[in-house]
């Protein structure tokens, strides 16, 4: 496959076509099974069809991931929790749970609105892997 070149498809056969331990992150932000309308998604997918949706792509993410590779999920309330524990049942190691709080929000008829998103970072080795926090930190006014 080419590098640096966007597919279209079912993300996990896509993936099966990659070498193992090529990659060096992932950047996931799947449908969070909260009943959108996507072209051809089923977005309403039954609890037990879309957690095991979920293991079977983040099992071929470990796959693909290099030794000091990292993964980061965007993902809703709903579903955080699980894929939390898919992660570290896989054998992925917790570096961060972060709040992506944004002011747009999402209108809700019969609960609060959505106002942010939950990303899971997760690395294949808990002691090895790249970090590059130097590209992405502010100082702080203190």
């Known amino acids: 496959m080419e590098v640096n ?30 009943g959108i309308k996507y072209d051809v998604h089923n977005d309403n997918m039954p609890y037990e069809e879309y957690y095991n949706w979920s293991e079977k792509w983040i099992k071929e993410t470990y796959r693909l ?18 894929i939390n524990v898919i992660l570290k049942r896989i054998g992925f190691y917790f570096r961060n749970w972060i709040i992506w709080y944004y002011t747009f929000g999402q209108n ?7 106002a942010h998103t939950h990303i899971l970072y997760f690395t294949k080795d808990k002691e090895r892997f790249i970090f590059n926090d130097e590209d992405i930190r502010v100082p702080s006014a203190r």
């Open 5 to 34: 070149k966007v597919y279209l498809g079912d993300c996990i056969e896509i993936m099966r076509g990659l070498p193992d331990k090529s990659i060096d992150l992932v950047f996931a932000d799947t449908p969070f099974n909260i």
């Open 65 to 82: 991931l290099k030794n000091n590779g990292a993964i980061y999920i965007a993902i809703g309330d709903e579903f955080a929790a699980e």
């Open 108 to 114: 809700q008829r019969k609960k609060f609105n959505r």
